[in-house]
Nanobody
């Protein structure tokens, strides 16, 4: 059983910063990729940032230059550092991962429970 647990969300003022964390635990052999998505009320869920096993990253245009995704392979944890936050960044942020659970090629794909980020004066 694999679990993804997010933390670090909350209320922040425009222009402020925060760091989200997502810790993966359970039957993990290796991780293909991990990423962050967000969903605002009345909007579709969208990719914010992703990082793959080789270290390559990609970002949504809306956060490029303001967000940095990183990974601690020892802790199986991915981070999302967000700076210069805007009200439009307000959303529920979800952690996502695809990983190998054994040496036979079994994979797991799933989501964390989500953490609320609210950017408001």
């Amino acid at each position: 059983q694999v679990q993804l647990v997010e933390s670090g969300g909350g209320l922040v003022q425009p222009g402020g910063s925060l760091r989200l964390s997502c810790a993966a635990s359970g039957s993990i052999f290796s991780i293909y990729d991990m990423g962050w998505y967000r969903q605002a009320p009345g909007k579709q869920r969208e990719l914010v940032a992703a990082i793959i096993s080789g270290g390559s990253t990609n970002y949504a245009d809306s956060v490029k230059g303001r967000a940095t995704i990183s990974r601690d392979n020892v802790k199986n944890t991915v981070y999302l550092q967000m700076n210069s936050l805007k009200p439009e960044d307000t959303a529920v942020y979800y952690c996502n991962a695809e990983l190998l659970t054994d040496t036979y090629g079994s994979t797991w794909y799933g989501w964390g429970q989500g953490t609320q980020v609210t950017v408001s004066s």
